[in-house]
């Protein structure tokens, strides 16, 4: 068996108190408390399995981020997790059914950060020679886009040769991700006029009727054959049955897969005109993480990941997915990446999420050797 993951093996239960350890300490994306509890968890890891902890980067609203230096080299590969999760407190339940392990965020991504902390002490123990320095940046504000984080993560990938992003992989293949949509996300607020609706009911303008035409409208605009999607997700409005309603606010999400498409879609949206008398309209949002599109450089990044699986006796598969990610911002800056080198399982953002256990000593291995041999 390959020495790293005979290593894996032996810590596969070490490495599933870790992952519970972190999971139980909820971290919703919009609560900077329980974000910088969770935080303090994975520093306490840093300290028990390295010796020191990561530089901690202050945030006033989310979470604080963490930057973790390991090895040494002129050079700079960079691994990219995220700790936040879209649930809110007490929504998902830690559980073990068999080979199974249910948890808020313990797919997206926080096992997959824990394989990446055994993974570099993977190498420290096997005293493994690196050619290049690890930056490790674990961030607490990736589910609603990065806002803070992203000056981060773009700094550190134009000092990088490579990026690793430790989201999970396809579900059911395991397949790792060379190339994502663009996303973007838009609130639209409805300004009309208020009225006595048995009354006055000429005298009001409705925003909820303008929100129901632009809502038709936008989702027009999906084009399966493009891979351009407009999800309406929220719609907010009115308030009293015998009032018509003066405010409504509409939010979307879009995904693309070209720069192109992305700009034409920005483009309508902030081009939208109320078709009503009296409505006015204020768009706010955009553009917010770049189409990922496999390049050379990523293609020869894949080869070397699939040549280092076939070491640990795994198949390695590639796919291009809707979903966005961090990865999105380091390939838009030209750096080689690989995302979907996290943990096994199912359910992102769903109430199943799991991660699999019998698969953490085969994904935590992957990702130490891909290291290695950069």
């Not at 390991?70 to 590969?77: C, L, S």
Request: glycine share 10%.
């Amino acid at each position: 068996m390959d020495k790293i993951k005979k290593y894996m093996v032996k810590n596969k239960d070490r490495i599933f108190d870790d992952i519970q350890f972190i999971v139980e300490s909820e971290s919703p994306s919009n609560n900077k408390q329980l974000s910088d509890a969770c935080g303090q968890r994975i520093q306490q890891l840093f300290q028990r399995h390295f010796g020191y902890m990561a530089e901690e980067i202050k945030e006033e609203i989310y979470g604080n981020h963490l930057r973790f230096e390991f090895g040494r080299g002129k050079d700079t590969i960079l691994i990219l997790s995220h700790f936040d999760t879209v649930w809110e407190k007490g929504d998902l339940p830690f559980r073990v059914e068999g080979d199974k392990v249910f948890g808020p965020g313990i797919y997206d991504m926080k096992g997959g950060l824990v394989q990446a902390i055994w993974a570099l002490k993977a190498l420290k123990e096997l005293k493994i020679p690196l050619k290049k320095k690890v930056v490790f940046l674990c961030t607490s504000d990736e589910e609603v886009g990065s806002p803070s984080s992203r000056k981060i993560i773009e700094q550190e990938a134009r000092n990088s040769k490579y990026a690793l992003v430790t989201e999970p992989p396809v579900a059911g293949t395991g397949a790792l991700k060379t190339g994502r949509k663009g996303s973007s996300r838009y609130f639209v607020e409805i300004k009309g006029i208020a009225a006595h609706s048995g009354n006055n009911h000429k005298d009001g303008i409705s925003a909820i009727k303008q929100a129901a035409q632009l809502i038709v409208f936008l989702e027009s605009l999906t084009d399966y054959k493009k891979g351009t999607t407009i999800n309406v997700g929220s719609v907010k409005g009115g308030g009293k049955l015998n009032v018509v309603p003066d405010s409504a606010t509409i939010g979307m999400n879009v995904r693309v897969t070209s720069k192109e498409e992305q700009v034409r879609i920005d483009e309508i949206i902030r081009g939208l005109r109320p078709n009503t008398p009296g409505i006015r309209l204020k768009v706010r949002g955009g553009m917010n993480r770049p189409p990922m599109i496999r390049n050379k450089g990523t293609g020869k990044l894949f080869k070397l990941a699939k040549n280092a699986a076939k070491d640990l006796n795994m198949e390695l598969q590639e796919a291009n997915v809707g979903g966005g990610s961090d990865a999105n911002i380091t390939a838009s800056l030209g750096v080689p990446t690989l995302d979907g080198l996290g943990a096994a399982g199912d359910g992102i953002h769903a109430k199943n999420e799991h991660i699999l256990l019998s698969e953490i000593p085969n994904r935590a291995a992957l990702l130490c050797k891909i290291v290695s041999l950069l």
